[in-house]
Structure formats: structure tokens, C-alpha cells
């Protein structure tokens, strides 16, 4: 049984971070492409970030380039989301999803940016 836990989100003040955890189970996590979405109020889903198999390839939304950091730690079945320097727009529901030729999503955790 595929399951995809997110945690760590939370509220935080613009300029402040949060770090985000996908722990991942029923499936040989460390072959498998991985990556984060969100989706904010009113918005589609949008891909943040995503990551390789081995961690050693990362990819990101000009949005987050720069703020954001994806990792994995295979030994733990876990993708993480570092967010720094959070701004308003940022807010949304972020998403852990897991590649293949069939997509799992993870049920989300809320990020909210505000003073």
C-alpha cells in the first residue's frame, strides 16, 4: 500500500523558513523520482520542485529558485522541502508526489506566509 505522509507545515512570518517532510512507505522509495507541488487558494497546482532517485539531480520553479532546497534521504524513505526567505505568495498547500506510471499524491500539508 502506497502511502505519502507530508508534515511540517505551519505558520510562518514573511523572511522566516519551514521545513517540509514526505515520508514515504509500500514502495522502493530510493528508485523513484520525486518531487513537491502546491496549490493556492483560487490557483491550479503547480510542480515546486523536483528531485532523482539518487538525490543527485534537483530541479525548481523559477518561483522558488534560489529559496527553496529539495533533498531525500533514501535510508529514511523521506523527500524534504527547506523554505527559506518565505513570502506571502508562498502560502498554499504543499503537496508530496511520487513519479511513475502510476502517480501518487501525498494528502498535503498548509503553509501559510503571513505577519
Known amino acids: 500500500q502506497v502511502q505519502l505522509v507530508e508534515s511540517g507545515g505551519g505558520l510562518v512570518q514573511p523572511g522566516g523558513s519551514l521545513r517540509l517532510s514526505c515520508a514515504a512507505s509500500?514502495?522502493?522509495?530510493?528508485?523513484?523520482?520525486m518531487s513537491w507541488y502546491r496549490q493556492a487558494p483560487g490557483k491550479e497546482r503547480e510542480l515546486v520542485a523536483t528531485i532523482t532517485s539518487g538525490g543527485t539531480i534537483t530541479n525548481y520553479a523559477d518561483s522558488v529558485k534560489g529559496r527553496f532546497t529539495i533533498s531525500r534521504d533514501n535510508a529514511k524513505n523521506t523527500v524534504y522541502l527547506q523554505m527559506t526567505s518565505l513570502k506571502p505568495d508562498d502560502t498554499a498547500v504543499y503537496y508530496c508526489k511520487r513519479a511513475g506510471i502510476k502517480v501518487y499524491w501525498g494528502q498535503g500539508t498548509q503553509v501559510t506566509v503571513s505577519s
Open positions: 509500500g514502495f522502493t522509495f530510493s528508485t523513484y523520482i
